[in-house]
């Protein structure tokens, strides 16, 4: 039996159960894939049954409001790929009459979609033989290979490329890459492969060289920058109702159009307990809301960033005007925030229950 069709008889016997693999409409299969990168199947699928359900059609995204958008997305990072997701509908229900383009060509020139995203739908929804090149499949092919070199190489990629492309199966090219990428994530995983059990061992060229371990190579990792983020909580009570500060993103910086407070960042570490309060003072002006209490400090990895987060609590009892968003407190959780904010304003980060419904 040949590479592919070991593969194919192996993926449907044992592929698992995974709600997008029910269909073949372009619009559930790209949102599966965009909500896929760099997230775990585990965490993903709810996030794609509350988009489903939400957004039953490419045409209810393409109507509905980003910060909608944002909100449901909310707590899955790279929010990025929600605001391409949001910006691409409206331009297919404007540029193709609501109807995915076909043309592989199309599909990838279409904003935040990569050759990944593209393979995968033209060779699922259309019958296109394009490989899909994840981690997964570079994975796998690195060590059935027997290749050392770094897979973060292009020309290593362009021959892995050219490995998948004469072996995709071309009666059915959508479930070969389902298939690929489902042996490397199950079987050819990162740590422990399942060499014992697999079934391209005899071929395998890392399992008879015994370098399995060794494989895949990767590129030196690029430097993380830190970044020390002193958030300002601002509330303030007037005629009897709570108001609290928000500040909405904006520029190239992380998370785009989401909510978070006033902040001031230092590229240093300032010492523990430390109050930046030259800056607060130039951020507040001649306002003087009494200072409350500050934060544990919370760390929050990004892929490159290292960011050292405080949030300092303050209140006032009269009005104090800010160039922030000011909105009812009861009102904070309808808008999308980053997941530390988000962890702030649930009480998860202070030791004790900071309880947002209830004025200090
Ligand atoms: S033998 Fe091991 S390393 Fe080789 S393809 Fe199978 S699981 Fe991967």
Known sequence: MNFSRHLLSRYHKNKRDLPWRHTKDPYLIWLSEVIMQQTRIEQGTPY???????????VHLAVAEEQEVLKLWQGLGYYSR?????????????????KFPEAYADIRKLKG??????????????????PVMDGNVLR??????????????????????????????HKNPGDFNQAMMEFGAMVCMPKNPDCAHCIFRKSCVAFK????????????????RNRFIHYLVITMTFRGKDFIYLNKRTGNDIWKNLYDFPSIEHNMAQREHHLPENEFNVLLKSN???FLEVSDQYIHL?????????????????IIELPFFLIPLKDIHKYPVPKPVDLYIRGNIFSKKLDFAQKK
Request: proline share 4%; with cysteine.
């Open 48 to 58: 794609y049954e509350k988009f489903v359900s939400a957004y039953p059609t490419l």
């Open 82 to 98: 929600a605001r391409n997701l949001h910006a691409t509908a409206q331009l297919i229900v404007k540029e193709y009459a609501g």
């Open 113 to 130: 979609v990569g050759n990944y995203t593209a393979a995968a739908i033209a060779s699922v929804c259309f019958g296109l033989p394009y």
């Open 140 to 169: 796998f092919i690195s060590r059935y290979s027997g290749i050392v070199e770094s897979i973060d190489k292009s020309e290593v990629q362009k021959r892995i490329h050219a490995f998948v492309s004469d072996h995709i199966d």
């Open 209 to 224: 060289n015994n370098t399995v371990d060794q494989i895949p190579a990767r590129n030196e990792k690029a430097t993380i």
């Open 288 to 290: 003087r809301p009494e």
């Open 302 to 318: 990004l892929t490159h960033q290292k960011l050292h987060i405080r949030f300092y609590r303050f209140h006032s009892d009269r």
